[in-house]
């Protein structure tokens, strides 16, 4: 199982769950196993593209993924940010 921290601004979609488990090979699998149980989860992360959008990170481990595909292994933790702007 992997471990994923949500963001504050998307615990809307896990019902208040700050960190949830979820399955899967790659960022996208996890995404999409995240979006079956909590549907919109994923439409807030990526873009139409399949893309991560702008203003998120995500972190598999100490490594930041750029794409969806990077791999996510067994026991693996998951960190999705959402960044903050203003002025």
């Known amino acids: 199982m ?3 921290s949500i963001p504050s601004q998307l615990i809307a979609y896990t019902n208040g769950a700050t960190r949830v488990e979820a399955e899967g090979a790659s960022v996208a699998e996890v995404l999409d196993d995240l979006d079956r149980r909590f549907p919109g989860l994923k439409f807030r992360v990526v873009d139409e593209q399949d893309r991560i959008r702008r203003h998120v990170r995500i972190f598999v ?4 993924a750029k794409t ?4 996510v292994g ?3 933790e998951v960190l999705l940010f959402g960044a903050l702007s203003g002025g």
């Open 2 to 4: 992997i471990r994923v």
């Open 61 to 64: 481990g100490p490594e930041e």
């Open 68 to 71: 969806m595909d990077v791999p």
């Open 74 to 76: 067994t026991g693996a």
